[in-house]
């Protein structure tokens, strides 16, 4: 029996980082509970990470599996009756089986029962000093399907490997863009909505700290948090340019040094582009529909920003800023 539940601790475990490197970050969670279904049994889960309050769980980010957002709103209604969420908060590093027959309240035993989440376990790890916890609960729908002592022992056990194959995915995902990105020497940060850090390097908290005050290194700093926004995807600072956007519950961000070609505004950009790929002052008067004297003029001060009179030395400056 003891060989038998290493055995499928160790096949669980080679999923996890088998996932973690062939799947696409987007995918990759999916595929990992798809994967723990094999040596755990489960129909829904619920993945995510948030601080924990006097209240309940204020979430960050939120991964649902085989479930809906209709349970998460049921869920807000009735967050602050879990006892079963503050007994493991109680803990840095818990996981704890759940019936729903064992609910305290009616109210959230209503839930349980709507949503079938009739047995249960959740396991997660806190951040005493932030409060900031990443979890994982999974559920069954049966009735009969008890989770049993081995269950809680092992998803115990699995739990870091979850985490830590997460974080690989998301780290390859970078390394991904980064090297996409490389001419353009970008650093890339993984952030949730409230500026929690998933991933960073060192160049990127380096280049951050250049412009923006921050004491926290698990954290963007407060400036960044409150400057970005779905309409506002740039923030330029002194020695620094951030570019940021959302996917779902993740802000992606990269940061690189000011150069030269930032000093161009959008058209004057677009027009330097355009000489570089060899048009015509005429060419780009046409496409653009503006006279050549304007063009003309714009050329000038494109060239007198940047310092060069060349369109060698122009094509040059402005990969930099791609």
Same mark, same amino acid.
């Given at each position: 029996?003891?060989?038998?539940?290493?055995?499928?601790?160790?096949? /669980?475990?080679?999923?996890?980082?088998?996932?973690?490197?062939?799947?696409?970050?987007?995918?990759?969670?999916?595929?990992?509970?798809?994967?723990?279904?094999?040596?755990?049994?489960?129909?829904?889960?619920?993945?995510?990470? /948030?601080?924990?309050?006097?209240?309940?769980?204020?979430?960050?980010?939120?991964?649902?599996?085989?479930?809906?957002?209709?349970?998460?709103?049921?869920?807000?209604?009735?967050?602050?009756?879990?006892?079963?969420?503050?007994?493991? /908060?109680?803990?840095?590093?818990?996981?704890?089986?759940?019936?729903?027959?064992?609910?305290?309240?009616?109210?959230?035993?209503?839930?349980?029962?709507?949503?079938?989440?009739?047995?249960?376990?959740?396991?997660?790890?806190?951040?005493?000093?932030?409060?900031?916890?990443?979890?994982?609960?999974?559920?069954?729908?049966?009735?009969?399907?008890?989770?049993?002592?081995?269950?809680?022992?092992?998803?115990?056990?699995?739990?870091?490997?979850?985490?830590?194959?997460?974080?690989?995915?998301?780290?390859?995902?970078?390394?991904?863009?980064?090297?996409?990105?490389?001419? /353009?020497?970008?650093?890339?940060?993984?952030?949730?909505?409230?500026?929690?850090?998933?991933?960073?390097?060192?160049?990127?908290?380096?280049?951050?700290?250049?412009?923006?005050?921050?004491?926290?290194?698990?954290?963007?700093?407060?400036?960044?948090?409150?400057?970005?926004?779905?309409?506002?995807?740039?923030?330029?600072?002194?020695?620094?340019?951030?570019?940021?956007?959302?996917?779902?519950?993740?802000?992606?961000?990269?940061?690189?040094?000011?150069?030269?070609?930032?000093?161009?505004?959008?058209?004057?950009?677009?027009?330097?582009?355009?000489?570089?790929?060899?048009?015509?002052?005429?060419?780009?008067?046409?496409?653009?529909?503006?006279?050549?004297?304007?063009?003309?003029?714009?050329?000038?001060?494109?060239?007198?920003?940047?310092?060069?009179?060349?369109?060698?030395?122009?094509?040059?400056?402005?990969?930099?800023?791609?």
């Amino acid at each position: 029996m003891i060989g038998d539940r290493f055995s499928k601790f160790n096949r /669980a475990v080679f999923s996890l980082y088998e996932a973690a490197h062939v799947m696409p970050m987007a995918s990759f969670q999916d595929a990992a509970l798809n994967g723990l279904k094999d040596t755990l049994p489960f129909d829904s889960s619920m993945w995510g990470s /948030a601080t924990m309050t006097d209240q309940g769980i204020d979430i960050h980010t939120l991964h649902l599996h085989n479930t809906s957002m209709q349970m998460i709103d049921d869920y807000q209604k009735v967050k602050h009756l879990d006892h079963f969420a503050h007994e493991i /908060a109680r803990h840095d590093q818990k996981t704890i089986s759940f019936s729903a027959d064992r609910a305290l309240v009616g109210d959230f035993q209503n839930f349980l029962f709507k949503h079938k989440h009739f047995h249960g376990l959740i396991t997660q790890h806190l951040q005493p000093e932030t409060r900031f916890v990443q979890w994982l609960s999974l559920f069954r729908h049966d009735a009969q399907h008890l989770c049993t002592d081995d269950d809680v022992a092992f998803l115990d056990l699995l739990f870091p490997h979850v985490m830590q194959a997460l974080a690989i995915s998301r780290k390859i995902h970078m390394t991904r863009l980064a090297d996409e990105g490389r001419h /353009a020497l970008w650093a890339h940060a993984i952030a949730d909505r409230h500026g929690f850090l998933y991933y960073a390097d060192d160049v990127f908290l380096g280049l951050i700290a250049q412009d923006y005050v921050n004491s926290q290194n698990d954290r963007l700093p407060n400036s960044v948090i409150h400057a970005i926004s779905p309409q506002s995807t740039k923030l330029v600072g002194p020695h620094t340019l951030l570019a940021t956007r959302w996917e779902k519950d993740f802000l992606f961000l990269k940061i690189r040094p000011k150069v030269l070609a930032d000093q161009l505004n959008e058209r004057e950009f677009t027009i330097a582009k355009m000489l570089s790929d060899g048009l015509t002052v005429k060419d780009i008067a046409d496409q653009l529909h503006r006279s050549p004297d304007t063009i003309r003029t714009q050329s000038k001060t494109i060239y007198k920003k940047l310092g060069v009179n060349k369109v060698t030395q122009l094509a040059l400056l402005l990969t930099q800023r791609d």
